[in-house]
């Protein structure tokens, strides 16, 4: 997504050398949060997008930015390499944009996290493909998080990934961040989505994340995912290969 002297152990200091000053003096009050924009590259052994290859179980270059305002309203962009838009028989299409912005809140002990979702297929032909409807897709969402916790709901306000008269399908995820300590991290990851007119291609997801921070914004991973998906759905196969089976993927990433 400098050493700086705190204002508090600058406080304690001079109270340490005046007694009189511990009578009238007050608490230093909270930093207020600044904005703050991060850049990041990386790569993939294989582009899962819940739990579905994007890139035919090849490796995928990533990359994208974030910028978060000190209201709360946050933006930004993120692109990969894919496959399955020219796999599916299209002309162009081997680049995925998203672009996203919302806003990120608290209620008492409770986080949460609204925003707009597009998913950008940069110059794509799905459209022109067998009377695909186009693949670009808009969603709206919102998260909620408690301690570990994060429940998350998108919902397509298109047709969602090139399916036709799949307007209102819905994405449904739950995950947990637990901090093993020494820079290691676990995410656990269960997901359901429906495919709406589509009952074939809906299907359910689970991943466990190992992540590693080395450091200086340097960070590895490396995830097993699942998925039931029918392999009826033809987005979910290419050469007889079942996109959404079992598997293992690494990354890398640097963020600066």
Not at 22 to 41: D, G, I, K, M, Y
Not at 142 to 167: P, Q
């Amino acid at each position: 997504m400098k050493k700086i002297v705190s204002p508090i152990l600058l406080a304690l200091t001079l109270v340490a050398a005046s007694g009189t000053m511990a009578q009238t003096s007050t608490p230093a009050a909270p930093a207020e949060p600044e904005s703050s924009l991060a850049f990041n590259v990386g790569s993939v052994t294989d582009y899962r997008y819940r739990g579905i290859s994007q890139s035919r179980k090849q490796a995928a270059l990533q990359g994208g930015f974030d910028y978060n305002d000190k209201s709360g309203f946050y933006v930004g962009a993120w692109g990969s390499s894919i496959k399955w838009i020219q796999d599916a028989g299209a002309k162009d299409g081997n680049v995925e944009i998203d672009l996203y912005g919302g806003y990120k809140g608290a209620a008492g002990d409770v986080a949460y996290d609204v925003g707009f979702l597009r998913y950008q297929y940069q110059g794509n032909s799905y459209g022109k493909v067998n009377g695909n409807v186009d693949a670009n897709t808009n969603e709206v969402y919102g998260a909620v998080t408690y301690g570990l916790f994060t429940a998350k709901y998108s919902h397509a306000i298109s047709d969602i990934f090139g399916t036709t008269n799949s307007k209102n399908s819905y994405y449904l995820d739950l995950s947990a961040a637990l901090d093993l300590g020494a820079g290691y991290s676990l995410t656990p990851h269960v997901g359901r989505q429906k495919i709406n007119n589509t009952p074939i291609c809906s299907y359910n997801d689970a991943s466990m994340t190992l992540g590693k921070d080395l450091g200086n914004g340097l960070s590895t991973s490396l995830m097993a995912v699942t998925t039931n998906a029918d392999k009826g759905c033809s987005s979910y196969m290419f050469n007889n290969t079942r996109l959404g089976a079992s598997g293992l993927v690494a990354g890398v990433k640097y963020t600066f």
